[in-house]
């Protein structure tokens, strides 16, 4: 008999730290992980559309055309899940079969955390990691990015595009996400990113614990997912790119202006948290 497979679905503010954590999963025997297919954001809401088209469509022919008695029939919920289910297997395993020793499926998008409902609609049994980073950091992370692979201009705090970005953070996305980790702490397990990130080897034995539940052998130390680790596993030319920040040359300055909008605007969320 095939032993179930566990989905544990990670999620969190962009570049909060979900991709460390996304590694820790990955570094158990028996846990595959991926990132970022972004499925439920992409795939989930045009899916159902679609399906609701058919629907419909299906319902006339069989009325219309076959008097009643046509053979196909509408899609329903449990169908839907099940579609849903067999189209992310196949794009995780990039239309492999899924390996005989796979004990948990790990898929890391930050935007996870806005798709619960759609998560569990289609993986009932899943497990949901939060990641949380306080918005300073956050912030300074995301115009590093913003300004590395998008437009310089994310490096001036004067510019118009990083003017546009802390405003959108701090008015509408920053106070959504804590609306819904406020809403959901029952439901999912929330991590602080510092906390993690200090305490590797504990961090390590909490997921065993208290997210898949049970001891697994690890196929690489501890240790190999540390910043240094990390950059020195790629090759010269993208460890100068990389986003993992160890050089304070390279990291962003906040503005006294933008301080202000962070500490005032992006409240932390009121919850425990579990590690």
Not at 102 to 126: G, M, Q, Y
Not at 128 to 144: A, E, G, H, K, Q
Not at 188 to 201: E, K, W
Not at 241 to 246: F, I, M, R
Request: net charge positive; aromatic share 10%; hydrophobic share 35%.
């Amino acid at each position: 008999m095939t032993q179930p497979i566990l989905p544990v679905f990670i999620g969190g503010y962009t570049k909060s730290g979900t991709t460390l954590v996304g590694r820790a999963f990955g570094l158990l025997d028996g846990v595959y992980t991926r990132g970022e297919a972004d499925y439920f954001r992409i795939f989930h809401d045009r899916f159902n559309a679609m399906v609701r088209e058919f629907n419909i469509n299906i319902q006339f022919v069989n009325k219309e055309v076959y008097d009643g008695s046509g053979t196909i029939r509408p899609l329903t919920e449990n169908r839907m899940a099940a579609l849903h289910r067999s189209l992310f297997t196949r794009i995780f395993f990039n239309d492999q079969p899924v390996p005989q020793d796979c004990r948990v499926l790990v898929e890391k998008s930050p935007r996870n955390i806005f798709h619960l409902d759609a998560i569990r609609f289609v993986f009932p049994t899943a497990r949901v990691v939060c990641v949380y980073r306080d918005p300073m950091p956050t912030f300074r992370s995301l115009c590093r990015h913003m300004a590395d692979h998008r437009s310089p201009a994310f490096n001036d705090p004067g510019s118009g595009p990083r003017r546009e970005l802390i405003h959108k953070f701090s008015t509408r996305r920053w106070p959504n996400y804590v609306k819904i980790v406020e809403a959901e702490r029952d439901n999912i397990t929330i991590v602080r990113y510092d906390t993690l990130s200090r305490d590797l080897d504990g961090f390590m034995q909490f997921i065993q614990d208290r997210v898949i539940g049970r001891q697994l052998p690890l196929k690489a130390p501890v240790a190999s997912l540390s910043k240094e680790a990390y950059l020195q596993s790629l090759p010269p030319e993208r460890r100068k790119t990389s986003l993992v920040q160890t050089d304070s040359a390279q990291r962003i300055t906040l503005s006294d202006e933008e301080k202000a909008i962070l500490e005032s605007k992006c409240l932390r969320p009121y919850v425990d948290f579990d590690f």
